[in-house]
């Protein structure tokens, strides 16, 4: 297997992998935004720029890692290397987006003391 190929392989599974989070992720993300957007057209921008951000910051972070070939190395441990930047890029961009929205999220006032 030559280097393009293997590098590409890990890019393709990285991108899988996050447009499955996407997926995932979507319907409930498009819920949450309707709520704190107020309207269809601001929570459909909102999450189609979510969907963006979860899909290139993986793929972005898996391009940073460069396979070696080499005969004492097996193709699955360069892949799972790639893999590991992918997932930490996914996490990254899961994790921010989620601090993100938390900050926006009303808050229950506590009773007041009586």
């Known amino acids: 297997m030559s280097l ?10 990285t991108a899988a992998i996050s447009l499955l989070v996407v ?13 704190l957007c107020g309207s269809s057209e601001r929570a459909s921008f909102w999450t189609a720029f979510s969907a963006v951000t979860l899909t290139l910051a993986p793929v972005i972070l898996a391009m940073q890692y ?4 080499d005969s004492r190395t097996e193709l699955m ?31 229950p006032t506590p009773p007041a003391p009586h």
Do not use: C, D
């Open 66 to 69: 460069t396979p070696e070939l």
């Open 23 to 35: 997926i995932y992720l979507n319907r409930p993300l498009h819920r949450v935004l309707m709520e």
């Open 77 to 107: 441990f360069q892949i799972a290397a790639q893999l590991k930047w992918g997932l930490l890029g996914l996490l990254i961009a899961v994790v921010i987006l989620g601090w993100v929205l938390s900050r926006f999220i009303p808050r």
């Open 4 to 13: 393009s190929t293997l590098f590409l392989l890990g890019l393709l599974i």
